[in-house]
């Protein structure tokens, strides 16, 4: 149940929400953190490909304080990362301070839709934390590294109770605990996150397809490029930890890459395939990019054109992708 204070939040406009620079002196106080999680599927089909705009309103509706919360929190470590602006960083810790000491997200969340959206934003948080965690105060980092662990707990007991399709969402588990055991400096999940993307490359056919992506009609191409980009983050954040997951399988995930590319390039493949139209990925989604033409620049002239789409700017993947590839944010130190 929210309180009045998180009605009020869902409210608001986002621009007040992410603070103009002349604003962050009086950060706005944050929300009361929401336990529980209300969510509902939306797809109306066999395929997961045909949306019902009334069931995808209502979802929308639900997750918004979650989605503005975390759009808030990522603008201003954004902030901190591109200009060193502290009070940009204060105001995002003390969010997810407050987040943390309400223990967000970890009361009733029932249906999966509302597991992948405790993901999804723990990926993010998670992320965000990363980016601030030089100016977080011992207590604000005693509050917040004790809260994403629980999350990220809770996260991996859902992907693996056995009765998960190990797809897209599986990948995002997989970013979601890579960025909290880099944030806290828990080995575990690292290791679990090491786990789930040795399990992703083995998805990954000689063909670069997934097979339960392909399932999914016309937004095939769209999901294998949903699935790609968590396994291009978590390369990534491997990177701060001088391991280069690119290579790992013989660099296996050059074929997913590289189907995608192709696929955004001249679906045709995929409409041969799946005998279906394809919704072609574009936008926020597509930040991944970034990073893996530095990775592998044989792919540099297929990606080309979709540069033209920066900044990239996703709070689930990590922010402004845009800024964290000009930042080398992901270098090995």
């Known amino acids: 149940m929210q309180d009045h204070q998180s009605k009020l939040f869902a409210t608001l406009p986002l621009a007040f929400l992410l603070c103009s620079g002349s604003a962050l002196a009086g950060c706005p106080p944050a929300p009361a ?67 943390a000491v309400d223990g967000a997200m970890l009361g009733k969340v029932a249906s999966s839709q509302a597991q992948y959206e405790r993901k999804w934003t723990l990926a993010g948080v998670a992320l965000a934390y990363l980016k601030l965690r030089p100016q977080a105060e011992p207590a604000q980092r005693a509050h917040i590294e004790a809260w994403l662990p629980q999350l990220a707990d809770a996260a991996l007991a859902f992907a693996d109770n056995g009765r998960q399709a190990r797809n897209n969402h599986y990948y995002w588990v997989g970013l979601a605990v890579m960025a909290t055991g880099m944030a806290t400096g828990d080995a575990k999940y690292i290791k679990a996150a090491s786990r789930i993307y040795d399990t992703a490359l083995n998805d990954i056919g000689d063909d670069g397809s997934l ?31 001088h391991e280069n997951w690119y290579q790992r399988q013989h660099g296996r995930l050059q074929k997913l890459a590289h189907l995608v590319l192709s696929g955004i390039a001249d679906p045709s493949w995929f409409v041969e395939k799946t005998g279906a139209q394809q919704e072609i990925p574009k936008g926020s989604i597509l930040g991944w990019i970034t990073f893996y033409r530095q990775a592998d620049p044989a792919l540099i002239p297929l990606s080309q054109e979709l540069m033209a789409q920066a900044p990239f700017r996703n709070p689930q993947l990590g922010g402004n992708l845009s800024l964290l590839a000009d930042k080398r944010f992901f270098e090995p130190r």
């Not at 304080?65 to 902030?79: E, G, I, Q, T």
């Not at 095939?220 to 954040?237: D, F, T």
């Open 33 to 99: 953190g929401l336990r529980d999680i209300e969510a509902n599927s939306y797809y109306s089909d066999a395929h997961y490909s045909v949306i019902d705009p009334v069931l995808k309103a209502r979802n929308e509706a639900a997750v918004k304080p979650f989605s503005d919360y975390l759009s808030a929190v990522s603008a201003n470590a954004d902030r901190y990362l591109a200009s060193g602006d502290s009070a940009a960083a204060q105001c995002a810790l003390s969010w997810l301070d407050r987040w």
């Open 211 to 241: 097979p339960l992506e392909l399932n999914r009609a016309g937004r095939a191409l769209s999901y294998h490029n949903y699935a790609l980009a968590p396994l291009v983050m978590m390369a990534e954040l491997a990177n701060l930890n």
